[in-house]
């Protein structure tokens, strides 16, 4: 079955560590988007991608980096800069045009102690 | 400010009641997404909308695009029911979602 393989499901790290969040799809989507939750607040979007080898900045890009050197890939970078990196974090993809086909992953839930 | 306001933030209904949840919007939409949370935190969309109403076992979604606004129902709740139910609007300018701060409804035996 196609999808969005978040992994890990709970990750855990110590302040000042970098750490990479992988999002794999094999849905042959061409856009993907990585967003941030925290309680009692919407979804709000950190970075995407809508081709390969291009990204753009969400609303809350800072202390964040990304990638996209495959279609069915895009990990995401925790940087030590990122000032309250303790949250949920979801991928999501889609075929690119008005929504269509969206497809969330799982979620990983970082903390940093 | 947000382009998504949900109500209610948070509902407790008994087994069997008829649920509304609420979505207005502020922004252009070319599409409206139902989306449902569950404690685990993955996921999954219930609803795609561009207009009218959709319906899907005892899920139905209406939409008001004068109005800017749209309803969840659930008929006949059931405990596996609760979760979070989240309202998204992708606008006519891009692939950039908005999403809603959710609703958190939890159905008692």
């Known amino acids: 079955d196609g999808g969005i393989t978040q992994s890990p499901k709970y990750l855990f790290r110590k302040e000042g560590q970098n750490v990479t969040l992988s999002c794999e799809q094999n849905?042959?989507?061409?856009?993907m988007y990585w967003y941030r939750q925290d309680p009692g607040q919407g979804l709000r979007l950190i970075y995407y991608?809508?081709?390969?080898?291009?990204?753009q900045k969400g609303d809350i890009a800072e202390g964040y980096s990304v990638s996209r050197e495959k279609k069915e890939s895009f990990p995401l970078t925790v940087t030590s800069a990122q000032k309250n990196p303790t949250a949920f974090y979801l991928c999501?993809?889609?075929?690119?045009?008005?929504?269509?086909?969206?497809?969330f992953g799982s979620g990983t839930r970082l903390t940093v102690v | 400010k947000n382009e998504v306001e949900q109500s209610p933030q948070n509902l407790t209904a008994q087994e069997g009641e008829f649920i509304t949840i609420n979505c207005s919007y502020s922004v252009g939409i070319s599409a409206l997404h139902w989306l449902q949370q569950h404690p685990g935190g993955g996921i999954v969309s219930l609803f795609m909308l561009s207009s009218g109403k959709k319906k899907h076992g005892r899920l139905i979604a209406t939409i008001n695009i004068q109005e800017k606004h749209s309803s969840l129902h659930i008929t006949a709740s059931h405990p596996r029911d609760s979760a979070v139910y989240i309202c998204?609007?992708?606008?006519?300018?891009?692939?950039?979602?908005?999403f809603g701060t959710g609703t958190s409804l939890t159905v008692i035996p």
């Open positions: 999501a993809s889609s075929t690119g045009t008005g929504g269509v086909g969206y497809t």
């Open positions: 998204a609007v992708v606008t006519y300018t891009g692939n950039q979602f908005y």
């Open positions: 849905l042959n989507h061409d856009a």
């Open positions: 991608s809508q081709i390969v080898n291009d990204f």
